[in-house]
C-alpha cells in the first residue's frame, strides 16, 4: 500500500499535462484523437486559469525563471521529460540556468519547482498550514470526497491518523504477514519452466490479491478478478476528461465506482450483522469495530486504500526485478540471502516465514531503498499555496502551484555518488544512514512527510519483501524482450518486462542430470 505521496503524484499533476499516448490508446484514428485533445487542452486550461483567478494581482517576486510559449508554458518540455526514463531532466536543465527553486509555466499558470531538499520539506511539513494539495475534477470525483488523499484540514488529519493506527507495526504482525504469504504463494506458484509472462501483468495481479485480500478480507479468485477489473476501469477514469457520456473513461470509472461501492457495502452490512471479528477479517471490518464513521466514508476511505496502495506497491515490486536483472552480483547476494534464510531456519515447501525473518532480510532492504530511490514512484508532489508565502527572499503567491521534485533530488550526483547507478551497498555505508531515514531524511522521502506521510509505508516494504523472496526463490529467469522504463501516464515499463522463467528446481535437476 505504498505511498499515498505516490497516488497523489502520479494523478496530480499527471493529469493535467496533454499527453498524446493516452489518447492514441483509446482512440486510434486521427480524427477523434484531435477531438479528444482539443477537449483535454480546454478542459487543462480551464482548470488551472480557474486557480489562477484566486492570485492577487500585484508583483511578487517569484524565484527566477522563464515564462515559456503563452498558455503552453513549458508544459510540453515537461512531459517529455517524465514520460521518460529520467523524468528529473527539464527540472535538471532549469536548475542549471536559475537555481534549485525556480519558476516556470505550466498551462498558463505560473508553478515553482524545487530541486532543493529544504524547501521540499519546508513544503511537506507545512501541509495544511501554507500549503495543501489540489486536484481535478476526475480524480476528487472517483476517489470521494471523503478520502484521505482529497480532503483537507482537521478530516485529513483524522482519517490519515485512523489510516495509521490500522497499519501499525504490531498490526502488520497480527494480521497481514501471513495473509500476504498466502496470497504470493498463491499468485506466484502456478508458473511452469520454460513459460514467458510480463512481469508487470503478474506484479499487478499481486497488488490487487493483496489489496482487495486485506482490505475487504475477500479471497475468492472470481471476486478478485472482478474486482480487478473493476478498478482497472476506476484508474483509467481517474486520469480522463470529465466528460460523464458512455463510451468515455470518466463514464465508464464512475460506474466501476458504484460497483465497488455496492461490495463494499455489501461487506459492511455482512459484518455488522455478524456483530464480531474473525481472525481473516480484513481492514474494513477492523475499521467498523475500531472507528465511529458513517457508511459513505468508510466506503471512500477503502477506496482511497485501494487505490494508494495498489498501482504502486506493483511497480515498485517489478522495478525492483528489473534492477537486479541488470545487475547480476546484487541478484546474487539477494538469492544467497533468502536461501540462507531458508535453510537455516529449515523451511521447507510452503512453511510460513516470521516476522524475524523479516526484519532479518538486511540486504533486501538495501535493494528495496535503492528502487524507491532509483525507480521511485513518487517522483513529484503537487501542492497550492494556501496564502503569500514568504520563503528566503521570495514570495509564493496565493494560488500558486508548488512541486516539490523528489526525483531530482534522489537522483543528484551531489547527494548520491553513482546517481543514476543501481548500487543498493550504497545504503550499508555508515555516511548514508542518517539519508537512510526515510520518515525524516530530507534528500530520501520516497513516501513523501509532513501531514501526508504515506501511512501505508512499513506495509509497503513488508509486500515487496515478501514478493522478492518467493519470486528469486523459486524461479530464475532470462529476458526476453529489451525494455526501459517511462513514468507516463504511470511508472510502467514500456514493453511490460517480458521474461522466460525456470523453476529452480527444475535447474537443479538439469545440472544434476548432466553430473
Known amino acids: 500500500m505504498f505511498l499515498f505521496v505516490v497516488v497523489i503524484i502520479k494523478l496530480n499533476l499527471l493529469s493535467k499535462i496533454v499527453l498524446s499516448e493516452i489518447m492514441r490508446e483509446i482512440y486510434p484514428s486521427t480524427w477523434p484523437l484531435t477531438i479528444t485533445t482539443l477537449f483535454f487542452i ?29 498558455l503552453i508554458g513549458d508544459s510540453f518540455n515537461w512531459y517529455k521529460a517524465v514520460a521518460s526514463s529520467h523524468p528529473p531532466q527539464f527540472v535538471e536543465e532549469q536548475v542549471k540556468r536559475f537555481g534549485k527553486i525556480f519558476s516556470c509555466s505550466l498551462f498558463g499558470k505560473w508553478a515553482v519547482v524545487s530541486a532543493d531538499p529544504n524547501f521540499n520539506k519546508f513544503v511537506m511539513q507545512n501541509e495544511g498550514k501554507f ?9 476528487r470525483d472517483l476517489v470521494g470526497k471523503n478520502g484521505v488523499i482529497t480532503v483537507q484540514g482537521e478530516q485529513q488529519r483524522k482519517l490519515h491518523a485512523i489510516a495509521s493506527n490500522m497499519m501499525r507495526l504490531d498490526k502488520l504482525r497480527f494480521h497481514f504477514l501471513e495473509d500476504i504469504q498466502r496470497v504470493m504463494l498463491q499468485t506466484l506458484s502456478s508458473f511452469q519452466s520454460n513459460q514467458v509472462i510480463h512481469l508487470q501483468d503478474v506484479c499487478r495481479k499481486v497488488a490487487i490479491n493483496l489489496m482487495v485480500n486485506q482490505l475487504l478480507g475477500v479471497s475468492s479468485e472470481s471476486e478478485i478478478n472482478e474486482m480487478a477489473r473493476l478498478f482497472s476501469d476506476f484508474v483509467d477514469g481517474c486520469l480522463s476528461v470529465p466528460i460523464n457520456l458512455p463510451g468515455m473513461a470518466y463514464h465508464t470509472g464512475m460506474k466501476a465506482r458504484e460497483k465497488i461501492i455496492i461490495k463494499i457495502n455489501n461487506t459492511i452490512e455482512m459484518y455488522r450483522q455478524r456483530g464480531s471479528l474473525e481472525v481473516n477479517d480484513g481492514v474494513l471490518a477492523r475499521l467498523l469495530e475500531e472507528e465511529n464513521l458513517p457508511n459513505d466514508a468508510v466506503a471512500d476511505f477503502i477506496i482511497n486504500l485501494l487505490f494508494a496502495g495498489n498501482e504502486t506497491t506493483a511497480k515498485t515490486m517489478l522495478f525492483a526485478v528489473y ?10 547476494q539477494l538469492l544467497d540471502e533468502h536461501e540462507n534464510l531458508r535453510s537455516k531456519s529449515n523451511i521447507v515447501g510452503e512453511e510460513m516465514l516470521t516476522w524475524q525473518h523479516y526484519k532479518s532480510m538486511s540486504f533486501t532492504q538495501c535493494v528495496i531503498d535503492e528502487t524507491l530511490r532509483l525507480g521511485g514512484i513518487a517522483i513529484w508532489l503537487l501542492r497550492e499555496a494556501k496564502e503569500d508565502v514568504v520563503y528566503q527572499d521570495y514570495v509564493i503567491p496565493k494560488g500558486c502551484f508548488v512541486v516539490p521534485f523528489l526525483s531530482a533530488v ?18 550499508m555505508d555508515p555516511d548514508n544512514q542518517e539519508k537512510r531515514n526515510w ?3 530530507q534528500f530520501y522521502a520516497p513516501f513523501g512527510g509532513g501531514a501526508r506521510f504515506c501511512p501505508g509505508a512499513e506495509l509497503a516494504r513488508l509486500q515487496i519483501a515478501l514478493f522478492l523472496h518467493y519470486f528469486v526463490t523459486t524461479y530464475s529467469w532470462n529476458q526476453v524482450k529489451e525494455d526501459q522504463m517511462s513514468f507516463f501516464p504511470s511508472a510502467r515499463l514500456v514493453n511490460g518486462f517480458q521474461i522466460c522463467l525456470t523453476r529452480r528446481h527444475d535447474d537443479q535437476m538439469n545440472i544434476k542430470s548432466r553430473d
Not at 480551464?46 to 510559449?69: E, H, M
Not at 534492477?323 to 546474487?332: D, E, I, Q, T, Y
Not at 550526483?413 to 543498493?424: D, I, R
Open 131 to 139: 500549503f495543501q494539495s489540489s486536484y481535478p475534477k476526475s480524480f
Open 410 to 427: 534522489h537522483l543528484d550526483e551531489k547527494v548520491y555518488n553513482g546517481a543514476l547507478n543501481f548500487n543498493p551497498w550504497r545504503w
Open 323 to 332: 534492477f537486479l536483472s541488470k545487475c547480476p552480483r546484487a541478484m546474487k
Open 439 to 441: 520518515r525524516t531524511s
Open 42 to 70: 480546454i478542459f487543462l486550461a480551464k482548470f488551472f486559469l480557474s486557480k489562477k483567478k484566486n492570485v492577487a494581482q500585484r508583483t511578487y517576486k517569484l524565484p527566477p525563471g522563464r515564462r515559456g510559449w503563452p
